[in-house]
């Protein structure tokens, strides 16, 4: 990709496949801008690792980001976002220069709670890293103090849905399982949240299992939203992204895998080449 020192791709970065399903709502509604998308498919899952190791392989990733000319990088994972994101804005991004900036997805989230829930009651399913941060609570707090959150972690879908098993006997035994377990924290619970960017691909199958008159809600579109009303606020930023609405993707595991899986999750054809991140 031709480096421009003024302008640059926005980067997507996940441990995987999952900030597809962000990234596909981000090109839809923002489709002039050019995109660079890093999937650290050699290292994923992150929901399981340490809040140390989290931290280290999502500033890996920034670091490469930003040397590639981006400007803007958003952290198109929960686990990342709930782990690493503080740290990053607060004690290394100041490294990149003044111009640089990370978004996450918990924040443009958590924003509009209020909007997600009419009793006050939100589920949330998420990875046992996320879980055990307690972003969303602590966030949530801050928009929306009258949500109560009450929080899920669902360890076997990821790699139920990384390895296509989302139509197995299995992904039936542990959707029901996590729905029950969340079901039962509370009996008004009348919304939950994926908030895991690998779990839109499942939705089908958890909202076979949820109740119908439970809503079902993917962040993708609000974190596309987020965006959308971010570069309205800040024409500087704007003006460091460039728009011939090109997208790159990159993957540290196999680009041949990654072509044949990301088109699950992006709706749509990826040609990716192989990075190497230390
Ligand atoms: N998709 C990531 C998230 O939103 C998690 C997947 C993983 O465990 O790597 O949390």
């Known amino acids: 990709m031709e480096i421009d ?39 994923t899952p992150y929901g399981t690792r340490s809040q140390e190791t989290v931290y280290d392989f999502t500033l890996q ?96 879908w990821v790699p139920i849905i990384e390895n296509d098993e989302q139509e197995s006997q299995a992904a039936d035994y542990f959707t029901a399982k996590y729905v029950n377990a969340l079901l039962k924290q509370h009996q008004d619970i009348d919304a939950v949240l994926l908030a895991c960017t690998h779990y839109p691909i499942l939705a089908e199958k958890i909202r076979s299992h949820l109740p119908k008159e439970i809503d079902l809600i993917s962040q993708g579109t609000l974190v596309a939203e987020s965006l959308v009303d971010y570069l309205s606020r800040h024409q500087w930023m704007q003006d460091r992204c460039s728009q011939e609405g090109r997208m790159t993707f990159l993957t540290t595991d196999s680009p041949t895998d990654f072509d044949t899986k990301a088109t699950k999750f992006f709706n749509g054809s990826v040609k990716s080449e192989h990075v190497t991140l230390l």
């Not at 970065?13 to 890093?38: C, H, M, N, Q, W």
């Not at 640089?100 to 998420?126: M, Q």
């Open 5 to 43: 020192a003024t302008q640059g791709p926005i980067g997507v970065f996940d441990s995987g496949y999952g900030g597809l399903t962000v990234f596909r709502e981000i090109k839809d509604a923002l489709p002039e801008y050019d995109y660079l998308y890093l999937g650290d498919n050699a290292r």
């Open 61 to 156: 990733g920034v670091e490469y980001l930003f040397s590639k000319g981006c400007s803007l990088i958003i952290l198109a994972c929960n686990t990342a976002s709930a782990t690493a994101l503080r740290t990053i804005q607060q004690s290394d991004l100041h490294r990149w220069g003044e111009d640089k900036r990370v978004l996450g997805v918990i924040r443009p989230t958590t924003e509009r709670l209020s909007e997600l829930t009419r009793s006050g009651h939100l589920g949330l399913f998420a990875t046992e890293a996320t879980v055990q941060s307690r972003s969303y609570i602590i966030e949530g707090a801050n928009y929306a103090p009258e949500v109560t959150i009450h929080q899920q972690a669902c360890p076997m």
